[in-house]
């Protein structure tokens, strides 16, 4: 069985990995903006680019 390629895979994984560090490293409870701008700065480290609201 072959294994189906992800369209744009490299950026999905970075993106997710970015997201997954954010869950492991913010607490619970906290208000959506605060996420968001969590997430926009792991993924700037890591090199993404992202459009903020």
Do not use: F, W
Not at 25 to 50: C, I, S, V
């Amino acid at each position: 069985m072959t294994k189906a390629k992800i369209p744009y895979q490299d950026i999905t994984y970075r993106i997710i990995g970015a997201a997954m560090r954010v869950h492991r490293r913010t607490p619970r409870g906290l208000r959506e903006k605060h996420y968001q701008k969590a997430l926009a700065t792991e993924m700037l480290q890591d090199g993404l680019t992202t459009t903020t609201v």
